[in-house]
């Protein structure tokens, strides 16, 4: 690597003005896109205090209550915490659709009591029949309605492999698979009472759903209301789907009936999955992406994750500074500046592993590091325009989920998976119960085209056929002395790898608890857009410090939702981030 115009490059140098029209078209389709999604930034939301939790044997933090417990009653039973993240992965896909799921994917990061660490990468892959221009219109423009309302945003499903994959491969052998998707078979079976947390859906996912009757059935009241509180829900179609995969292993959900349902539901819906997609899908076990951070090790989701990578090269840069003694503008600020140079290289550099060779070790390294911080001047903001890396250069929330589980025994599991939107693109394949992501819009559908989080890529991200798109799902475990210390995750699109950083901040430089610092207010940069986003109660002199040196602060209404285990000399302290509503951190 050779440095550029100061910055850490390898390529491409474009000109300011047309790097600055570059940035303000995405700067102006990335809110066009981010407001049509979550409504304006009230700035007004405020948030409170998280729900904590100490235990000393087991605990679990996850968005929905009813899942939780699930999770805490395996690991009662002698369970371990692959054997209760599973079974909370399953049982979320029933108590909490607009997130948890089986027809979308994710990523599991796992520490295991004999010391060592895996990942399971069950990321959604394009169709077979997705090209580089699929998600384009006539004129050559990347068209959002089809990456993102369209059936041909739903990627081949990958969470029925990826928590089969974990269960056989690190759970304790004391359950089957299917005793760890019953209590989910039961949750649908006989249904629950719709809790704020749970279910109703805002006015965007309901008009989603209602655009498909097998959706509307399930979801929706007969006169297009969103359920109300107290109502049951019922899910007939997907207690059978379970319960044909709880009999038949997952092979019977990537063949046979079920996928053909699938496939068949995603093609009357205008798209081009096949059941031989399904067939075809495979979890994959990844080396996870390891660094350090002031003598605790960090263990993360490789690509097609950019989550772990990003975070590491984030820490990287600022171990370089004395965080814990600097005050919150100058923390602040140094964060601010660490992510915007982290999310140029995601944009240029990360994809599919399968087809892109991603500078994994180069971005991690110390030394990479060292570069980046060399360009940080301490007292001004570096503009977007001017931070040049890369070779080839070619809203609405609540719609991923993060849960973390440790047990006695010493393991940790990490998890986030996800549709993408709310309900993902708001489909049920009629007969299943199963409701389908619109992943693909994590693509770059053309080189500098935003996707819905006003996230840019090039080349490395293209659309392509059996791909996984790049995520940001950042499930995370950092390791004291070997053993696990703090696990950590969020849901947020773009927003993820940033709260990851912060609440790995708030713990080891501001010395927070962990239910403070997950309620701490955040704030974000991505790079382009060219602005802080800052959720309410960021204090105003921090604000003010970040606009004097040359920073555009913008609100940011609180959409993420980081719930985490700190493992402290007392036992297990888990929190549940207030921002949701509804997250429970529960143990024993
Ligand atoms: O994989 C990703 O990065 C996105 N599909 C995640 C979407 C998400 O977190 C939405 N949650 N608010």
Request: glycine share 12%; proline share 7%.
């Amino acid at each position: 690597m050779t440095p550029q115009n100061g910055f850490p490059a390898g390529g491409t140098a474009r000109s300011g003005a047309s790097w600055s029209a570059l940035l303000a078209l995405i700067a102006l389709l990335a809110l066009i896109a981010l407001f049509a999604l979550r409504g304006a930034a009230s700035g007004q939301e405020q948030i409170g205090g998280a729900q904590t939790a100490t235990a000393h044997d087991g605990m679990v933090v996850a968005q929905e209550p009813l899942a939780a417990r699930v999770g805490v009653d395996i690991l009662k039973r002698g369970g371990n915490a692959v054997d209760a993240a599973v079974a909370v992965g399953f049982a979320m896909a029933v108590t909490y659709p607009r997130a948890g799921n089986i027809g979308g994917g994710g990523f599991m990061v796992i520490h295991r009591a004999n010391g060592d660490n895996a990942t399971i990468d069950y990321r959604e892959t394009a169709p077979a029949a997705i090209t580089a221009t699929s998600f384009l219109e006539a004129q050559g423009n990347a068209d959002p309605e089809k990456s993102r309302n369209s059936a041909l945003a739903i990627g081949v499903p990958g969470t029925v492999a990826g928590l089969a994959l974990a269960e056989a491969k690190y759970g304790s052998g004391r359950f089957t698979l299917a005793d760890l998707i019953a209590p989910a078979i039961t949750l649908a079976r006989d249904g629950f009472a719709v809790s704020a947390t749970t279910l109703p859906p805002p006015p965007f996912a309901a008009s989603r759903l209602a655009r498909f009757p097998s959706s509307a059935k399930i979801f929706l009241k007969p006169d297009g209301s969103a359920p109300s509180i107290g109502d049951r829900l019922v899910q007939s179609d997907l207690a059978n789907s379970l319960e044909a995969l709880a009999k038949g292993g997952p092979r019977a959900f990537y063949e046979g009936p079920t996928a053909e349902k699938i496939a068949g539901a995603v093609q009357a819906a205008g798209g081009v999955m096949s059941a031989d997609d399904l067939k075809q899908y495979r979890a994959v076990e990844r080396a996870p992406v390891r660094g350090s951070y002031r003598g605790y090790d960090i263990v993360s989701m490789p690509p097609p994750s950019s989550g772990g990578v990003e975070l590491i090269e984030m820490l990287n840069i600022l171990e370089g500074y004395d965080l814990a003694h600097d005050d919150p503008a100058q923390q602040a600020f140094l964060m601010v500046e660490a992510m915007k140079r982290a999310y140029a290289d995601r944009a240029f550099y990360l994809g599919d592993p399968s087809t892109v060779d991603n500078p994994v070790t180069r971005l991690t390294a110390k030394n990479y590091a060292a570069q980046w911080r060399a360009t940080i001047d301490p007292t001004h903001a570096t503009p977007a325009s001017m931070i040049h890396t890369g070779g080839s250069v070619g809203g609405e929330g609540r719609n991923t989920t993060h849960f973390s589980v440790v047990d006695r025994f010493g393991n940790a599991v990490s998890n986030t998976y996800t549709l993408n939107f709310s309900y993902g693109v708001g489909l049920v394949a009629e007969g299943t119960g199963i409701l389908l992501n619109n992943e693909l819009d994590d693509f770059a559908a053309k080189p500098g085209s935003p996707n819905a989080y006003g996230l840019v890529g090039f080349s490395a991200n293209a659309p392509g056929p059996g791909k996984r798109p790049l995520s940001s799902m950042t499930p995370t475990i950092v390791l004291k002395d070997g053993k696990p210390f703090l696990i950590t995750g969020s849901p947020g699109g773009s927003r993820i790898i940033t709260t990851v950083l912060q609440i790995v901040v708030n713990v080891i430089d501001r010395g927070m608890d962990i239910g403070g610092a997950v309620s701490a207010p955040r704030i974000h940069n991505q790079w382009v857009p060219d602005q802080v986003y800052a959720e309410p109660n960021v204090p105003d002199n921090v604000v003010a410090t970040l606009r004097a040196r040359g920073d555009k602060v913008v609100p940011q209404r609180p959409f993420t939702s980081a719930n985490s285990i700190l493992i402290t000399p007392d036992g297990f302290a888990g929190a549940a981030d207030p921002r949701e509503g509804g997250a429970l951190a529960v143990g024993y």
